[in-house]
């Protein structure tokens, strides 16, 4: 995982990305996408993510956060 790429996308810091508690194994492939076309991967927001990121984000605590595939790629590292 990329984390400096997650944390641009979803417009947070590497360091807010950690305080969050995410890690790649937080993060599935969504199967329920028909086609070949625009995978998607999502998380659901760790229960210890800090406040102050949940008001930043809009998010609340186990909800669900969609990742484009190519954010997730590792081409180039």
Do not use: C
């Not at 990305?17 to 194994?25: A, Q, R, T």
């Not at 210890?48 to 990121?53: C, F, H, L, S, Y």
């Amino acid at each position: 995982m990329n984390l400096s790429k997650l944390a641009k996308h979803l417009d947070l810091t590497q360091e807010e990305l950690l305080e969050m508690g995410l890690s790649p194994n937080d993060i599935h492939q969504d199967n329920s996408q028909s086609g070949d076309d625009g995978h998607l991967y999502y998380f659901n927001v760790p229960d210890v993510t800090p406040d102050r990121i949940l008001g930043k984000k809009g998010w609340s605590l186990g909800e669900r956060v969609e990742v484009d595939a190519s954010v997730l790629d590792a081409d180039g590292e």
